[in-house]
């Protein structure tokens, strides 16, 4: 599945690598790779998108490392 992260003027593409699902699936961590480097402050937030289906879907956010 292909994801967009946005941060600022950045929106990136990302596809899903793997998925965890610890003890609370409504929290799954993610591991997104991104066909691009992306630019950040450490702390920083991004939002993920998922653009298929015509209209812009906020999936949620991300906490940068």
């Not at 292909?2 to 593409?13: A, C, R």
């Not at 799954?28 to 879907?57: M, Q, W």
Request: net charge positive; glycine share 8%.
């Amino acid at each position: 599945m292909v994801l967009h992260v946005g941060h600022w003027m950045q929106f990136l593409p990302a596809r899903i690598e793997n998925i965890t699902n610890n003890d609370n699936w409504r929290k799954p961590f993610l591991n997104l790779k991104l066909e691009k480097e992306l630019i950040y402050h450490s702390g920083d937030r991004a939002v993920i998108t998922r653009l298929e289906g015509g209209k812009l879907r906020v999936v949620g956010t991300i906490n940068l490392p």
